[in-house]
């Protein structure tokens, strides 16, 4: 059954610059510099919050039990309700998607929703790694997980080797055109990205994302306080979240079927048929990089085992491309883990506000924004335009 | 310490020129009994005779390994318990350059793959060796290399590695995730998850 939502609007985005050591700041000096800058981008103060969403990886990374409760007076949120949300790395899509559905079902008229992580003080890939009673214990981080996977597509898609390493490449240069980003690598060439060792065969070094300090906040609001705004907000025109077991017999790990159901689901609310003609940027979660590609066809930019040649042929690259993919670097140039998937969203609502500076896609009206986590098996998709639904 | 109104951090006269504290490493561990579920200590102990058994499922015969008692898809129980053979074949795999601290015996690059046994449904994880990295295959037959007799226990590390058996490889379109639907009745090859609707 589908109800009548409320109509929901970004109406600020605030960023801290990723890096591999925020040592200036605390997690809650972290996080309340990416509120700020929500906050004032939406011209807005504490008191015209009325709830917080908060999103991060799972607690062990950093080793500090619930945060989201010592974090409370850092946010404003004191005698204000919080929601701390859980999904592993697709987490900052679900923490938008949670925040919006507080005003989509009318509970609240502004929320405040924040994602970050603090890589420097935890070890993500051996957390990932912990040895379990009844399998052996080979599987080493991420990496050791989607590289089977990236593997299988290679093998049934025919993609020529490199084309990972044009991802990476590709990410690496937008990233020199945002300032946020953490990796900036000036003087990188394909050369090396392709030369890069491997770690985790057939992904190199280069075409992994990095571990970053960083956090990414939004403000969102209904209606009322969209058309209020002063400055150009963005409209929420679709909002998805499925996931699946992580294995099962007949898996298509590949091309999960939670994720074709999410796609399906978030262009159908967004009134959109041809995903490729009708979306104009998209910031999807690709910590590595063959993940673009299969993550084009699994959305439906691309048929099957064909999206290798829109990234061979340039259409995902911010210059030339007709559907630019991750115009921000993405997460292969900046990975606050918790905040990386409310990164996607946020530069999906600032590319249809047109705000989104040297990155801007021009005339960009609808943007998508991706997150994916676990075993590729949690899924959050939003369709933002410049536009009111 | 108090902030002054410029944000300059006033220290006692006790702590002047002392280098100050960036961060701190505090490692943390956690050591546990691990007590096992029914079908954990079926399947554990089962190691121990160097017999491997997994759960099939009264829906459709797929059978599960590690045994969890349950076939996650339907939500329905499994009690029958299957033994299975120790060959297979590699579904997928990583070659692996990162060495995982503290974990001895493994010098990289090591082979870890997906690995399903003849008549599974699921793959389950393990070493492939006894060829060169780069000769490991999707689809590729393997069979298990055992501990000795007199060093076997309640442990899936009873299989050190799996190792080519030299038959001929599994097809792509049958490999892996991929073999379970290969299997069923009326079944089109690689049909992904369709068959879950």
Redo the contacts between chains.
């Keep these: 059954m589908t109800v009548a939502k409320q109509r929901t609007a970004v109406l600020g985005v605030g960023q801290t610059k990723y890096q591999s050591t925020r040592g200036d700041v605390s997690m809650a000096g972290l996080v309340r510099e990416a509120a700020l800058r929500a906050l004032a981008d939406a011209g807005m103060e504490w008191a015209d919050v009325d709830a917080v969403v908060i999103g991060k990886a799972p607690d062990f990374f950093e080793g500090v039990m619930m945060p989201e409760l010592y974090l409370a007076d850092a946010l404003g949120c004191v005698g204000k309700p919080v929601l701390r949300v859980h999904t592993a790395g697709s987490v900052g899509g679900s923490t938008a998607l949670v925040a919006a559905s507080l005003i989509q079902g009318g509970i609240h008229r502004r929320v405040l929703t924040l994602g970050f992580e603090k890589q420097s003080e935890s070890n993500a890939t051996w957390a990932l790694s912990l040895p379990q009673p009844f399998s052996v214990s080979i599987n080493a981080g991420a990496g050791g997980y989607f590289s089977p996977i990236i593997r299988q597509y290679m093998a049934r898609s025919g993609a020529p080797e490199l084309i990972g390493c044009m991802v990476a490449f590709k990410d690496r240069q937008h990233a020199l055109r945002n300032p946020y980003a953490h990796l900036r690598q000036h003087d990188l060439t394909f050369d090396q990205v392709v030369e890069a060792p491997m770690l985790w065969d057939p992904i190199r070094y280069s075409e992994t994302c990095p571990s970053s300090d960083g956090a990414c906040a939004m403000v969102l609001g209904d209606e009322v306080s969209g058309d209020a705004a002063t400055g150009p907000v963005a409209w929420v025109h679709g909002t998805a979240m499925r996931s699946e077991a992580n294995n099962f017999p007949g898996r298509d790990e590949v091309n999960p079927q939670a994720s074709r159901d999410c796609a399906a689901d978030v262009f159908r609310q967004a009134g959109i048929s041809d995903p490729r003609a009708e979306i104009d940027v998209v910031e999807m979660y690709v910590p590595f990089s063959w993940y673009e590609p299969m993550w084009l066809e699994s959305i439906g930019f691309a048929e099957r085992d064909a999206g290798w040649r829109m990234v061979e042929e340039g259409a995902t690259h911010l210059d030339g491309g007709d559907l630019p993919v991750n115009c921000s670097g993405g997460v292969l140039s900046s990975n606050p883990i918790g905040a990386s998937g409310m990164i996607r969203f946020a530069e999906a609502a600032l590319q249809v506000r047109g705000m989104a500076g040297d990155h801007q896609v021009d005339g960009a009206r609808r943007a998508f924004g991706h997150a994916y986590g676990g075993g590729a098996q949690y899924f959050a998709m939003w369709v933002v335009g410049a536009e009111k639904p | 310490m108090s902030g002054a109104p410029d944000g300059e951090v006033r220290l006692p006269a006790s702590l002047r020129g002392v280098e100050p504290v960036?961060?701190v490493r505090?490692p943390?561990r956690l050591e546990y009994d691990?007590r096992?579920s029914a079908s954990?200590e079926s399947?554990?102990r089962a190691y121990a005779d160097k017999r491997i058994i997994g759960h099939r499922s009264p829906v459709d015969g797929?059978v599960?390994i590690?045994p969890r008692g349950v076939d996650?898809?339907h939500g329905v129980a499994i009690s029958e318990e299957v033994d299975l053979p120790d060959t297979g074949h590699v579904?997928?795999?990583?070659?692996?350059?990162?060495?995982?601290?503290g974990?001895k015996g493994?010098e990289v690059?090591?082979v870890?793959?997906?690995i399903h046994l003849d008549g599974a449904?699921?793959?389950?994880?393990?070493?492939v060796r006894g060829c060169p990295?780069d000769e490991v295959r999707?689809g590729m037959r393997v069979r298990a290399v055992w501990k000795p007799d007199d060093e076997l226990g309640t442990?899936?590390?009873n299989?050190l590695h799996w190792e080519p058996t030299g038959e001929p490889d599994v097809p792509?379109e049958r490999a892996?995730?991929?073999s379970?639907?290969a299997s069923q009745p009326d079944a089109g090859g690689?049909?992904?998850?369709?068959?879950?609707?």
Excluded: K
């Design positions: 960036q961060s505090t943390i691990y096992p954990a399947y554990l797929a599960f590690p996650p898809r579904g997928n795999f990583c070659v692996t350059h990162l060495p995982i601290p974990r493994l690059p090591y870890s793959a997906w449904a699921v793959g389950f994880l393990g070493l990295t999707i442990t899936a590390e299989i792509l892996g995730n991929r379970f639907h690689d049909t992904g998850g369709e068959a879950d609707a």
